[in-house]
């Protein structure tokens, strides 16, 4: 178990998910049903945000997602996690999703989105996760514009 409150890189719990797309994935166009991806993107984002807290999360909330490209049967759907923000309890995961096809090996990108999870104690309660380190130029801007969405939502609620 690390300390509680030695910073975490984000390198450190960055993860890549990788799933075929099957006939039982399909909507009735024929396309990867959006909820599929729903659930594959609330699943990585999930496991970054338990390898930064090595806790359990549930999820607190999902911003909206837009789909820029439709997924096809026979894709390689490709999801990149990493956390973008912690406060106390709370974490914010950006996952990015890309459609790649396996013979042309042409990928495109589908979506990215946000969602913020919190870490349970063993009984079940919010507990303190790790700071965030953001070590590049480019994690700490998403650093900043992830801490303006967090308040954003919690201005919302
Ligand atoms: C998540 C949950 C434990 C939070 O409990 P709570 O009593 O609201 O706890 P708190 O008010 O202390 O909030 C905990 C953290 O979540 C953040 N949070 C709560 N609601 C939020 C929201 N709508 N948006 C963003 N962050 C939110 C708080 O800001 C706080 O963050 P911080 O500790 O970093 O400052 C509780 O709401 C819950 O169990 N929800 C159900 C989760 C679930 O079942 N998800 C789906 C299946 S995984």
Not at 22 to 36: D, I, K, R, S
Not at 62 to 81: C, E, K, T, W, Y
Not at 97 to 110: D, F, L, R, S
Request: aromatic share 4%.
């Amino acid at each position: 178990m690390p300390e509680r409150h030695t910073p975490k890189p984000v390198s450190a719990s960055r993860i890549i998910l990788s799933q075929l797309m099957h006939p039982e994935h399909a909507n009735l166009l024929g396309n990867v049903h959006g909820g599929w991806i729903m659930k594959l993107v609330d699943e990585a984002g999930a496991l970054a945000c338990m390898r930064h807290a090595q806790r359990k999360v549930v999820t607190v909330t999902i911003d909206s997602m837009d789909f820029h490209q439709p997924i096809r049967i026979g894709d390689l759907v490709i999801l990149n996690a990493e956390v973008s923000y912690t406060g106390r309890t709370s974490m914010e995961s950006t996952v990015e999703v890309h459609a790649e096809n396996p013979i042309t090996g042409e990928q495109t990108h589908t979506n990215t989105a946000h969602l913020v999870y919190v870490a349970l104690d063993d009984a079940g309660r919010p507990t303190p996760v790790p700071p965030l380190l953001a070590e590049t130029e480019d994690e700490k801007q998403k650093f900043i514009q992830a801490q303006e969405r967090q308040q954003q939502r919690l201005q919302r609620r």
